[in-house]
């Protein structure tokens, strides 16, 4: 029995599931389960990264855990940590650019948290020895500064939905329809919660495991010091709309269409994750977008030197930089955050 049919058969059991619910099945289900089986990155998958668009975005990032310990006051040990490393290029890259950086390098434990076997086999297939894996952050010892990276993996934490109805809010669940296929409906009884006055039809995201998230990094970093970046598209300030989305083969497609077969995602609510941090007693720096961080850290002078290195390969880099940072491509809808330690100023988040 196939994925949808358990969950069809868990809905027709149990009554309608949250999306969250929903989505948590879809990416991690044990036995068919996109992550857990099938993830596909890259041009020939269902959806590509900044790290598989340019080696640029990952030896930015190298250099910005750099400049980090220094302003740290170069600690040794300091975990430098990556949350969701997709296939490691982004760490492979980072790890390139640290190099400049031998007492980083000696000072660094490299940690990688995956959940997903077929991506960690790739990981160590790229990376090698000299990197450990851990399942969660909590399984990476405390004790240390930590410089933690996540890339496109707040999507990956699914919101509850909520509607605006004629009587008041209610919770939008996955159900089945009158032909015993999954289907979208609300929760039969109005929220008791307060949300904000909004007209009928409008919808609210909150994610639970985004913000459970943002306090687990807060706390850590409060304790310990260091700083976590988080990079993600998603929205710099409350709003309303329904993000979740499937994507296929970089198509879009109804989300209910193939459990476990899409990778599902929704935007990245930042404000909350950043204030679930700031509750555990670390700070945060203002949200700014992919496009403005990557300026800041020297994009422009790095795609300068590529391209003198190798002048054969100057409409590529070009290309590749208009995708990182340009508003109409990943440089707006993307957004970079930053938790660090009282008192530290991260690179790139300057006022």
């Not at 910005?64 to 310990?69: D, E, L, Q, R, T």
């Not at 995956?114 to 086999?121: G, N, R, Y």
């Not at 929760?187 to 009928?200: F, K």
Request: charged share 20%; proline share 8%.
């Amino acid at each position: 029995m196939g994925l949808r049919d358990r969950l069809i058969a868990q809905v027709r059991e149990s009554g309608p599931m949250s999306v969250a619910q929903y989505m948590t099945a879809c990416l991690h289900d044990p036995r068919d389960g996109y992550y857990a089986t099938r993830p596909a990155l890259g041009a020939d998958g269902d959806f590509i990264t900044a790290p598989l668009v340019s080696q640029m975005f990952g030896e930015l990032i190298g250099l910005w855990a750099v400049a980090c310990w220094e302003r740290l006051g170069r600690p040794s040990p300091v975990y430098l940590v990556e949350m969701g490393p997709g296939d490691g290029t982004l760490m492979d890259d980072m790890l390139r650019a640290a190099r400049l950086a031998p007492a980083f390098g000696a000072a660094a434990e490299v940690w990688l948290v995956e959940t997903s076997q077929p991506l960690a086999a790739r990981q160590k297939a790229l990376l090698g020895d000299g990197v450990r894996w851990a399942s969660s952050l909590g399984e990476i010892p405390a004790g240390a500064p930590m410089l933690l990276i996540a890339n496109e993996l707040l999507d990956c934490l699914p919101p509850r939905q909520f509607v605006r109805a004629p009587r008041g809010w209610a919770e939008r669940m996955v159900g089945l329809n009158d032909a015993g296929d999954l289907a979208f409906g609300l929760s039969a009884a109005p929220l008791g919660a307060t949300l904000p006055e909004a007209p009928v039809g409008s919808v609210v995201e909150h994610s639970p495991a985004q913000e459970a998230l943002g306090s687990e990094i807060g706390a850590r970093i409060a304790a310990d010091g260091g700083a976590a970046l988080l990079i993600d598209y998603g929205r710099d300030a409350p709003g309303f709309g329904d993000t979740l989305q499937a994507l296929r083969r970089h198509v879009k497609e109804d989300p209910l269409a193939s459990p476990g077969e899409a990778d599902l995602t929704a935007h990245a609510d930042f404000p909350a994750v950043l204030a679930a941090a700031a509750r555990e007693g670390a700070a945060t720096a203002p949200i700014l977008t992919q496009g403005e961080f990557l300026v800041r850290l020297g994009i422009g002078a790095r795609a300068e030197a590529l391209t003198a290195a190798r002048p054969d390969r100057s409409e590529t880099i070009e290309r590749q930089l208009e995708r990182l940072v340009s508003p109409d491509q990943m440089g707006e809808l993307f957004k970079a955050a930053c938790i660090h330690s009282p008192g530290l100023v991260p690179p790139g988040f300057e006022s």
